[in-house]
């Protein structure tokens, strides 16, 4: 397992044989694009399946989206199966109303609950 802390977020990924968990917490904006990018590129490179845990993010911004959209591409193109895990609050409505949770297809949680 490998375990980073950026300014406003922090990331870990444990590794298995040919797959990967990507886990973001914290809140990532613009700041941390360039990192968050590089990181997904890094982890779509090394493993057959990725999974993005967002449990513990709070806050992502348009540039992550991008990143996420990217990413997304990347795997495709490599055929490595990307999915997103337990995204909630601001992040999940972020996702859904943007049009990426479908963008991924395969979502490993449940949609959320109406408050």
Known sequence: MTVATEQTWHWHVDVGADRRVLALSGEIDMSG????????HETVAEAGAVEIDLAGLTFIDSTVLSILVGAHH???DRGVDLTLLNATGQV???LDLTGIMQLFGRVADPPPTAV
């Open 33 to 40: 694009a360039d990192r968050l990018d590089d990181l997904l």
């Open 74 to 76: 990347h795997a495709v």
């Open 92 to 94: 999940r409505r972020i």
